[in-house]
């Protein structure tokens, strides 16, 4: 179990060399390529999103250690069939329709996907139509939408009212952020939740999905 | 450098020294939010007095214009941002800058606002210019041009000149006088890239290379998000800035540390010639 706390403890602190390092050696010690995965990389990454939440690690390092995460994945991966990793859930994210502004969103997306989740990240300007299209196809636990600006808030609510109407709604949790959105607003519209930042928003996801 | 418009700077002058407080580079006051808790409480609770303290503070330290923001209210942004121009009118003398992607909020807006508002913002997304540019040209008021496009968030130095270079070609063609414009290069967080304030930096060079008498401005303070001890980044930003052209800001201009470093900024840039305005500050114990 050492050299996995040590594999986490790379990646929280973003040390690419260092986590592959590891990464290769306890798979030549014969560690499971899984438990690398979650009590290593993972298991560093939540404790990453913790201290994110915590005000005690800011986004350059939260980047830094998706990055040293992901570069410890990318060895283990390949040696893993396909089903032997159990799906954490599935999340689906993009910002409205007319809303250019990503940075948030990604910020999220790579938390989630740090988390384990698998993402499916649509981009910028999504219609509802589009939304529900992508649904249909990828059929996600949980459906993010963000949206920075009072004009496009309301895309919101229509994207839901797209989905009630094709009747993909009830088989997806929505959540929704983004600066002027408010837990009474995705009250209002009918999300399943709100989150203020990226760790929150993970959280919230992986609570969803749990229900 | 820049080519500031002497005239236009002129006329600001003469409105705003009543004020100890002088500042050459043009400072909207960012304060009035509704995205800052603070403000979206005291604004649903409609505390008048609250909202005028906060836009007297500003403009004492400084501010040019007063932003109003009631984007925070997705139902009823309308009515409360003609309460706040209302409201913040009734003490201050600076024109506000009106703060909406939502035409009919600034359109509505415009109308009560006594004197020339400035419009925040317009941007190179066909939709919304081509239903701001019609509030520009009925209330000749000043604008903060975003550089964004139907393209999406400009990612590069080029994205962002080639969005300025349409939006001043846009301007010039329906005979809005660019130095009504406040060209906003779009600062992203350098928490996500280290190279956004380079971008940004650059991207202000060449349009005050441009001399087109377009006027620069920026949101400074997206910079430093995602940072601790976020004014001290952005009081370094905002610096270099100055120094590759940025002619105007929106800020907090309560903070006095940056007050102070934009005013020693402006000597050492040589725009307040003989630092007059420094000194002045000095005698005044404005800098200690």
Known sequence: MADLENIGNAVIEGNVDTVKELTNKALEDGQEPLSIIKDGLIGGMNVVGKRFKAGDMFVPEVLMAAKAMKSGMEIVKPLLTEGDMPSAGKIMIGTVSGDLHDIGKNLVGMMVESAGLELINLGVDISAEEFAEEVKKHKP??????????????????????LEEQGLRDNIKIIVGGAPVTQDFADEIGADGWAADAASAKDLAIELIGK | ??????????????????????????IIGELINSTRDVIKEKIEEKDAEYIKKIAREQVECGANYVDVNSGAFVWDEVDYLIWLVETVQEVVDVPLTLDSPNPEALKKAAEIHKGIPMINSITAEKERYDEIMPILKEYKSDVIALCISDDGMPDSVDDRLKIAEKLIDSFEKEDIDLDRVYLDPLVKPISVNGEFGYQVLDTIQKISEWNTGIHMTCGLSNISYGLPKRSLLNQAFLIMAMERGLDSAIIDPTDKDMIKLIKAAEVLLNKDPYGKNYLKAVRAGELD
């Open chain 2, 1 to 26: 450098m820049i080519n500031l418009n002497k005239n236009n700077f002129n006329r600001r002058w003469e409105d705003y020294r009543k004020f100890t407080v002088i500042i050459i580079m043009i």
């Open chain 1, 141 to 162: 636990d949980v459906l993010g939408m963000s949206a920075l600006l009072t004009t496009t808030m309301l895309e919101m609510k229509n994207t839901i009212e797209v």
